[in-house]
């Protein structure tokens, strides 16, 4: 009943603040109230099965945006405005689950998955890390080793020379 008066006085009124208002100039950009944006940024759209009501290109989109930013410029805040949307076109339409019952398991469930997720690669890694054995130990070079290397090394750079 209180939600049917509250339709009925703000359609009734909608014209009244309408008529004070003018179409922007061109180049003037339109003005959206601050408490339509914050309503608005809280809702997808029903004309528009999988969007977000600030981007939904129907009509019927831009008719609701534009009731959101009538009832906003007649001071009903953005709370009070997504609840009265939710009402008339269903729940499933908020675009953030609540974080209680249900929904609170949306807000749960991600960030445990993510910790659950990062512990299992650090113990992955801790794991990997405990079987690598020692580090190989290379033999050192004889003195005969070091005279063939260090003739190579000489033989290799007269090739480099420039022959001019």
């Known amino acids: 009943m209180m939600r049917s008066i509250l339709f009925l006085s703000l359609f009734l009124y909608a014209p009244l603040m309408a008529s004070g208002q003018r ?36 009509p019927g989109g831009a008719m609701l ?15 009070s405005i997504v609840s009265l949307i939710l009402a008339e ?5 908020r675009a953030e689950p609540t974080p209680e019952g249900t929904g609170l398991w949306a807000w749960l469930v991600a960030p445990a998955g993510l910790a659950l997720g990062l512990a299992l690669v650090w113990v992955i890694l801790g794991r990997r890390r405990g079987r690598r054995g ?31």
């Not at 999988?50 to 981007?55: E, N, Q």
């Not at 009731?67 to 805040?77: C, E």
């Not at 076109?89 to 339409?93: R, V």
């Open 23 to 58: 179409p922007p100039a061109s180049g003037e950009s339109i003005q959206v109230h601050p408490e339509a944006r914050e309503a608005i940024d809280q809702l997808k759209s029903p004309y528009c099965p999988g969007m977000m009501l600030d981007v939904c290109p129907s």
């Open 65 to 79: 945006r534009d009731s959101i930013q009538s009832m906003a410029a007649a001071g009903i805040g953005a709370d």
């Open 89 to 93: 076109y269903g729940p499933e339409w």
């Open 134 to 164: 020692p580090a190989p130990s290379f033999p050192q070079p004889t003195p005969e080793d070091t005279a063939r290397i260090e003739a190579a090394l000489k033989i290799l750079d007269e090739e480099e020379e420039p022959a001019f």
